[in-house]
T-cell receptor
Framework: DTEVTQTPKHLVMGMTNKKSLKCEQH?????MYWYKQKAKKPPELMFV?????LSINESVPSRFSPECPNSSLLNLHLHALQPEDSALYLC???????WGFGDTEAFFGQGTRLTVV | GQQLNQSPQSMFIQEGEDVSMNCTSS?????WLWYKQDPGEGPVLLIA?????ELTSNGRLTAQFGITRKDSFLNISASIPSDVGIYFC???????????FGGGTRLMVKP
């Protein structure tokens, strides 16, 4: 099983709304990632969690707030977003955490298509 | 941050033709990954490469990890219409915590 599950698949939210994106994997992976992808562009790294601790924050605005409640779950809390934040948000996981060992393939979920109006 | 140069940006080929795309970097990577992404979907892992010089196949796909660890290529043989999509290379850094993507190659196959 190489499945990373993201919910919801589509989300439309107003600029004053608070919403959350969810990501789940049951592969025992110790690293989980959030990426943002604009149309016709490659995914851009936002956050990396390794062993449930935030290890990388790629200077993401505070209106995006990640959370890793346990080793299988990763959330992205959204608040006061702007229309330019509309994008495909991708979650990924890999077995290897920071300074860890093991396979390093990263598997992606299907993404959440976010539209901010 | 690290940059991966992927080429070509797009290809329009006839069904049955072979395809080749590559990625180069100014930095060394420990792992190279190749993904295919369909519109509105997440990237799907095609091939993973772990050692310099490694040549790996997955059906009609063949990829190689360059000997300098700064480049990789992907070949698709006998293309079919379902090969249409965007192909991304990605390099994983030594710490194994950052995956950097190339700009993507958009493949279009004419039946």
């Amino acid at each position: 099983d190489t499945e990373v599950t993201q919910t919801p698949k589509h989300l439309v939210m107003g600029m004053t709304n608070k919403k959350s994106l969810k990501c789940e994997q049951h592969m025992g992976h110790r690293a989980m990632y959030w990426y943002k992808q604009k149309a016709k562009k490659p995914p851009e790294l936002m956050f990396v969690y390794s062993y449930e601790k935030l290890s990388i924050n790629e200077s993401v605005p505070s209106r995006f707030s990640p959370e890793c409640p346990n080793s299988s779950l990763l959330n992205l809390h959204l608040h006061a977003l702007q229309p330019e934040d509309s994008a495909l948000y991708l979650c990924a996981s890999s077995q290897r955490g920071v300074w860890g060992f093991g396979d390093t393939e990263a598997f992606f979920g299907q993404g959440t298509r976010l539209t901010v109006v | 941050g690290q940059q991966l140069n992927q080429s070509p940006q797009s290809m329009f080929i006839q069904e049955g033709e072979d395809v080749s795309m590559n990625c180069t970097s100014s930095s060394i990577f420990n792992t190279w990954l190749w993904y295919k992404q369909d519109p509105g979907e997440g990237p799907v892992l095609l091939i993973a490469l772990y050692k310099a010089g490694e040549l790996t196949s997955n059906g009609r796909l063949t990829a190689q990890f360059g000997i300098t660890r700064k480049d990789s290529f992907l070949n698709i043989s006998a293309s079919i219409p379902s090969d249409v999509g965007i192909y991304f290379c990605a390099g994983l850094n030594n710490a194994g915590n950052m995956l950097t993507f190339g700009g993507g190659t958009r493949l279009m196959v004419k039946p």
